[in-house]
């Protein structure tokens, strides 16, 4: 069974920190792509950070200089450390592995 399985997410104040951890079980981890998403209410999903299997990064603009997707192929985890929170990152983060297994999502709602 392929399980794809977020934590970490929280509430943080402005400037903050959170990490968040995502758990794949059930498929092959190193040969994947890994990536975050997030969806505030009332938006669209926006792809937030990728994690090649070469360990290359890429990242939304608003989020770079902040934030950094990093990978564990022995533990099969992926991560994403969240610094210098602001308001507008409150959303819910998805964990993606390619092709196409999704995560339940973890909450993060930043605010004062």
């Known amino acids: 069974q392929v399980q794809v399985v977020e934590s970490g997410g929280g509430l943080a104040h402005p400037g903050e920190s959170l990490r968040l951890s995502c758990a794949v079980s059930g498929l092959p981890f190193r040969d994947r792509a890994m990536q975050w998403y997030r969806q505030a209410p009332g938006k669209e999903r926006e792809l937030v950070a990728t994690i090649t299997t070469d360990r290359s990064t890429r990242y939304l603009d608003s989020v770079k200089g902040r934030f950094t997707i990093s990978r564990d192929n022995f533990k099969n985890m992926v991560y994403l450390q969240m610094d210098s929170l602001k308001p507008e990152d409150t959303a819910v983060y998805y964990c993606?592995?390619?092709?196409?297994?999704w995560g339940q999502g973890t909450h993060v709602t930043v605010s004062s």
């Open positions: 993606h592995a390619y092709w196409s297994f």
